[in-house]
């Protein structure tokens, strides 16, 4: 199954930047990320939609990442990036890579990455 690993989370001032990236491996990662996204969860809260791109590169938002965030991928490799600038207090949470469409249909998670935005 696929593997994913994440790297780029940590402590950062409102207004600052953070990059994350998703690497993923395995047998069956060429057919199972044709949709990648970011998802985050903060204490208390669901789960919810960060960013998604397919394999060709198209990508959608959560309306409170709009103009914020941008994510994007190496095919080669195999590396999904999101780049967050602007962020806001309220971007603090556990930011989760997923292989797959939905959250329901999720084939694979990282294992998350905490980024906390101080006011």
């Known amino acids: 199954q696929v593997q994913l690993v994440e790297s780029g989370g940590g402590l950062e001032q409102a207004g600052g930047s953070l990059r994350l990236s998703c690497t993923a491996s395995?047998?069956?990662?060429?057919?199972?990320?044709?949709?990648m996204g970011w998802y985050r969860q903060a204490p208390g809260k669901q789960r919810e939609l960060v960013a998604l791109?397919?394999?060709?590169?198209?990508?959608t938002y959560g309306d409170s990442v709009k103009g914020r965030f941008i994510i994007s991928r190496d095919n080669a490799k195999n590396t999904v990036f999101l780049q967050m600038n602007s962020l806001k207090p309220e971007d603090t949470a556990v930011y989760f890579c997923?292989?797959?469409?939905?959250?329901?249909?999720?084939?694979?998670w990282g294992q998350g990455t905490q980024v906390t935005v101080s006011a």
């Open positions: 395995g047998r069956i990662f060429s057919i199972s990320i044709a949709t």
């Open positions: 791109i397919t394999d060709r590169g198209t990508s």
């Open positions: 997923g292989a797959g469409d939905t959250i329901a249909t999720m084939r694979a």
